[in-house]
C-alpha cells in the first residue's frame, strides 16, 4: 500500500464512529524505519483565513484496521477534539 492509497481513506474512530478525516502525513522511527505515527492536519478556520487547528496525531499501534474506504482506529481524543464539531 502507498501513502496515496491510504491518504484515500477515511479515519474513523471505533468507539464513537466519528470520522476524524483522512491521513496526510506518517512519522517514521529513525532507528528502525518504521511507522510510529499518522497526522492528520487541523480543520481550516473560516475557510483557512485564520490558519489551521492544530494537527491530530494518531499512534500507529492505534490502527485497528485498513479496510478498502476506511482506518478504523481505536485512539482518545485530546479534549479539545471531542467538543469541536467534525466533518
Not at 23 to 47: N, Y
Request: overall charge negative.
Amino acid at each position: 500500500m502507498t501513502l496515496y492509497e491510504l491518504h484515500a481513506k477515511d479515519v474513523i474512530q471505533n468507539k464513537t464512529g466519528e470520522k476524524l478525516g483522512r491521513i496526510d502525513d506518517l512519522v517514521f522511527s529513525a532507528d528502525t524505519a518504521q511507522i510510529e505515527k499518522a497526522v492528520l492536519r487541523g480543520r481550516p478556520r473560516c475557510f483557512g483565513l485564520f490558519g489551521r487547528g492544530p494537527d491530530l496525531e494518531i499512534p500507529w499501534g492505534d490502527v485497528k484496521t485498513i479496510g478498502t474506504d476506511v482506518l478504523i482506529v481505536d485512539t482518545e481524543l485530546p479534549p479539545e477534539e471531542r467538543s469541536r464539531p467534525r466533518w
